[in-house]
């Protein structure tokens, strides 16, 4: 199976610097744009079926980029960054980079927030009940720290050794067929690269 993730456009706060984890915030003008774009790529390649997480800028990228039927669920959510939630990293690594900086390496949690190893298990959950039906190209539609999580658990990459993953990009990640898992695209743009994108 391979897994073909999209992590979602542009939000409304992912445009002002605003950690958004499981807050429910909608695309911006240009997230629709970018998943627009991408929607060529992944009709190209096709996919025998979608799953989603079901807050509305993925809901929304999902029905742009062509999931016509995803399966919405909540375990495909972003962590919950609890007492950050829509605060702006900015002031978040003002007022304590430290701490910041191992979140994002995944081995300290904010305040009121889900821990890493809590939320690989529950993003990972969803793959293995989906890997039970055969499927050559499984579309998954999420969010970056999702992404981050499941090339973790599947092939062993920490948080801290990928750099965030752009809005609207596709990463593809190959499971099974008696080899190693192998991560085989990363942060594909349909128009341009971007090696600072938001957390």
């Given amino acids: ?9 542009q939000s409304q706060w992912n445009a002002t610097r605003r950690l958004q984890g499981q807050a429910d915030i909608g695309l911006s003008e240009l997230g629709k744009t970018q998943a627009d774009a991408l ?6 390649i096709g996919h025998c079926r979608a799953v989603s997480s079901d807050l509305a800028r993925v809901q929304d990228t999902a029905h742009r980029i062509g999931a016509e039927t995803p399966r919405f669920t ?10 950050w939630t829509g605060r702006s990293i900015d002031d978040i690594r003002a007022e304590d980079e430290g701490a910041y900086q191992s979140w994002r390496g995944g081995t300290s949690t904010p305040p009121g927030g889900e821990t890493w190893t809590s939320f690989v298990d529950r993003v990972t959950g969803v793959i293995e009940e989906e890997r039970v039906t055969e499927c050559q190209n499984l579309l998954v539609v ?4 999702v ?4 090339l973790q658990r599947y092939i062993g990459l920490d948080p801290a050794q990928i750099i965030p993953v752009a809005p609207a990009s596709l990463s593809a990640l190959r499971l099974g067929n008696g080899k190693p898992p192998r991560l085989e695209l990363f942060n594909y743009l349909s128009e341009s690269l971007d090696f600072g994108a938001p957390d």
Avoid at 142 to 145: M, P
Wanted: net charge negative.
């Fill in 147 to 150: 992404i981050r999580a499941i």
């Fill in 142 to 145: 999420c969010h970056g720290g």
């Fill in 39 to 44: 929607r060529p790529v992944i009709d190209e």
């Fill in 1 to 9: 199976m391979r897994l073909l993730l999209v992590r979602h456009g």
């Fill in 74 to 83: 909540q375990d495909l959510r972003e962590i919950d960054v609890g007492d």
